[in-house]
């Protein structure tokens, strides 16, 4: 059974993060988890994860969760 889960993150930042994290589901290595990132509206990404199991869900959840906050922190830091 495959366990799915969608986030939507609203901020004026959305499309340089969503660019930012994109590179990282090409070179994911389709295992117990897989991710990708899109644009919804101009300022709301999406985020789509599917697994194998609850505790991959979670884990890959924690990690793109991780690397929004990551981007977002960047791009305040370096005023872009």
């Known amino acids: 059974m495959m366990h799915q889960a969608v986030f939507r993150v609203e901020t004026h930042q959305a499309q340089i993060i969503c660019k930012s994290i ?10 117990r988890s897989f ?5 919804c ?6 985020i789509s994860l599917d697994a194998s199991d609850l505790s991959a ?3 890959a959840l924690n990690t ?9 922190e960047m791009i305040d830091r370096t005023q872009i």
């Not at 994109?22 to 295992?31: F, H, V």
């Open 22 to 31: 994109n590179p990282e589901s090409e070179d994911e290595n389709p295992g």
């Open 35 to 39: 991710g990708r990132c899109r644009m």
């Open 41 to 46: 509206t101009e300022n709301i990404l999406e």
């Open 57 to 59: 869900l979670r884990a």
């Open 64 to 72: 793109w969760l991780r690397q929004i906050q990551v981007a977002s």
